[in-house]
Structures are given as C-alpha cells and as structure tokens.
C-alpha cells in the first residue's frame, strides 16, 4: 500500500495528466486533481484514486478513477501480471455482464509514466 509520504501527489498528478491526454484523443485541459492513496486497500495490490477533467469536442467529462499497480513495500504475490489481471477482468465483464463490475478503462504496460505498469 503506498504510504502518503512515499509520493508525490503533485508530480503523480501532473504525470497522469500527460498520459491521460494522449490516452484520450483530442482531449485538452485534461487535470487531474484528488489524487489519494487509501491506507486499507490491502496488499496485493496498490490503488490510488483520483479525479480526472478533460474537455472533448467543446464537451466537459469528469470521472472518478481508480488505478492499480504492483505493490513497492511489502508483496503478497512473488510475481505480479497486471496484464494478465486486466486481460481477466474484461473477460469476466464480456462473458457476465450482470456481474457488478468497475468498468475497466486502459491497461498501460510501459513503465515510463509511473515507474511501473498499471491499470
């Protein structure tokens, strides 16, 4: 679980900004803002929320997030497969869709945004 003193919510946030913006096309004026790290998330895997506002074709969008990540302290797991995990989860919500599911938005397995995958 990230500790709110192992990162910078400033620079987390501003790093998401950049991704979102090319994740989303044609989207400007992409903030993300809320950026928190709950404590009781558990230990599989680390979860950060967050609001994210962009504008689309003159249009506003704002959405609550959720992203998910391998652990940094202490791992429950000796090897993490995030894409697996995301592969999984929309195959669950294609073959059950009354199942109560978050919406699965982007898998995103470069490192280079956060210093590690997430979804």
């Known amino acids: 679980m990230p500790a709110h ?6 620079d987390m946030a501003t790093r998401l900004e950049g991704w979102l ?3 989303i096309s044609g989207a400007d004026h992409v903030t993300v803002t ?6 009781e998330t558990g230990h599989s895997s ?5 609001r994210a506002a962009w504008s689309l074709d003159g249009t506003t969008h704002e959405q609550q997030l959720v992203l998910r990540t391998r652990p940094t302290g202490h791992v429950v797991f000796p090897e993490y497969d995030l894409g697996l995990q995301f592969d999984v989860m929309q195959r669950v919500a294609a073959a059950a869709p009354d199942l109560p599911m978050p919406p ?3 898998y995103e397995p470069d490192e280079t945004t956060l210093g590690r995958e997430f979804f």
């Open 104 to 106: 699965l938005r982007w």
């Open 46 to 50: 680390e979860t950060m929320l967050f």
């Open 21 to 23: 913006r090319a994740k």
């Open 5 to 10: 003193d192992s990162y910078d919510a400033a």
């Open 34 to 39: 809320d950026l928190q790290a709950p404590g």
